[in-house]
């Protein structure tokens, strides 16, 4: 099995040692932290740890999972609980049960839960000025697995997202990984858990 690097983005906001911590645990609970190194990340910005993965990439040969402090920002809100456990759903999925899903790294170039396929803004959120946008295929939980062939391939982090309008810049964030002709194997898909009512009140972020 190749070397697994984990990289996770910590943003220093709010309570974020508390979901650093929480993570750790579920990393060394499943058995990956004896047989990984983990970098972690204080960035402002996803946009910056995936380039440090993008350039470990180019010279290393490697398989990598993405985490990130998935709802540090509605930390103190009416939708902190529902976005923490987001968060811990998706951990499941990528940390606990990993042999399974770095198992379909021999044939896809990256893995995850809840895909979406470029769609229209206004088809999940009408009320949106940003509604006449298509939001390019990704994972929507933005935590995933993938490796490092498949990773150099991919553009410059931060030339991607100079792509986008500067509102936009976390569509650059999510879409990135799967910027590139690629195979992506999806394997979990449940809607019920994503935090949709804190995503279309973005307003009460802290």
Not at 112 to 141: C, E, P, Q, R
Request: net charge negative.
């Amino acid at each position: 099995m190749k070397k697994i690097n984990i990289f996770i983005h910590t943003y220093k906001i709010n309570e974020w040692k508390k979901v650093q911590d929480e993570q750790l645990e579920y990393i060394n609970n499943s058995g990956l932290g004896d047989i990984s190194d983990i970098h972690i990340c204080p960035y402002d910005s996803e946009l910056k740890t995936q380039l440090d993965i993008w350039e470990h990439s180019k010279i290393n040969d490697c398989n990598y999972l993405y985490l990130h402090n998935l709802g540090i920002t509605w930390q103190g809100t009416d939708y902190e609980d529902i976005t923490a456990s987001y968060r811990r759903w998706t951990i499941d999925g990528v940390v606990i049960n990993w042999k399974e899903y770095i198992s379909y790294l021999d044939e896809y170039d990256v893995v995850g839960d809840n895909w979406k396929d470029d769609n229209l803004i206004s088809n999940w959120n009408s009320d949106s000025k940003y509604k006449d946008m298509v939001y390019s295929k990704h994972f929507a939980t933005n935590h995933w697995w993938t490796k490092s062939d498949y990773v150099k391939k991919l553009q410059n982090p931060i030339e991607y997202e100079k792509k986008f309008p500067k509102f936009a810049n976390r569509m650059s964030w999510e879409t990135w990984i799967s910027s590139y002709d690629g195979n992506f194997k999806e394997v979990r898909n449940d809607i019920s858990k994503e935090p949709n009512n804190a995503y279309q009140n973005r307003k009460s972020k802290k």
